[in-house]
């Protein structure tokens, strides 16, 4: 079994701070990363993908992925109670496209 | 761009009765779509690969006579819950890969469609 794990949360910050969310994954061969966020009752929405060693910016966010450690984690910048939410990781299952999706960390930022 | 549409968002039906669920690819053709559900606080569970013109590739557990995928077109996927259960209900979400984008591995999802068997 393949596995993407998360910590489930909740990950609590103050407004303006930076909020770090990560995810491991167990598939050496894994290529494809991906950041989805999950608003309650609402389907989920790509934020970022990675797909080599190193950082990628995306405004406030920022994905980092490791294969040697097989982790990836997502930072927020000056983080807005709009960005509580859950949010997802998904690795690539290399295998007719599908992902695998980690349970998902709840984020919450407060005012 | 890359946008994806279901139809319905909101469903409930009585025990035994059949319920399809439309998902579309409005601006691009997807030659794969996925089919997931999701139960209230957990995760996406992914019950099956759609293909277009030839037949869903359903992962384990999931019943394929009682989850019919028919992908017709390469804009267009249906789930259909064949004789619903309360236990059916739940939140029903599909994706798409677009086949013409820079990296195919990329899903945009639907907005859901939630189902409520009584």
């Known amino acids: 079994q393949k596995e993407v794990e998360q910590n489930s949360g909740p990950l609590s910050v103050p407004e303006g701070a930076i909020a770090s969310l990560n995810c491991t994954y167990s598939?050496?061969?894994?290529?494809?990363f991906f950041w989805y966020r999950q608003y309650s009752g609402k389907s989920p929405e790509l934020i970022m993908s990675i797909y080599s060693n190193g950082d990628k910016e995306d405004g406030r966010f920022t994905a980092q992925l490791n294969k040697a450690s097989q982790y990836v984690s997502l930072l927020i910048r000056d983080s807005q109670p709009s960005d509580s939410a859950t949010y997802l990781c998904?690795?690539?299952?290399?295998?007719?496209?599908?992902?695998?999706f980690g349970k998902g960390t709840s984020l919450l930022v407060t005012p | 761009g890359a946008v994806v549409s279901q139809h319905p968002s909101w469903v409930i039906c009585k025990s035994g009765t059949s319920v399809k669920i439309e998902c579309r690819s409005l601006?691009?053709?997807?030659?794969?779509m996925f089919w997931y559900r999701q139960f209230p606080k957990q995760s996406l569970m992914l019950m099956a690969t759609s293909n277009e013109g030839s037949k869903a590739t359903y992962e384990q557990g999931v019943e394929k006579d009682k989850f019919l995928i028919n992908h017709a077109s390469l804009t267009l996927s249906t789930l259909t819950v064949t004789s619903a259960h309360p236990e059916d209900s739940s939140f029903y979400i599909c994706?798409?890969?677009?086949?013409?984008?820079?990296?195919?591995?990329?899903?945009?999802f639907g907005p859901g469609t939630r189902l409520l068997v009584l």
């Open positions: 994706s798409a890969r677009d086949v013409a984008g820079v990296r195919q591995e990329t899903q945009y």
């Open positions: 998904a690795v690539n299952a290399n295998s007719g496209y599908a992902l695998n």
């Open positions: 598939d050496r061969g894994s290529q494809s």
């Open positions: 601006d691009f053709q997807a030659t794969t």
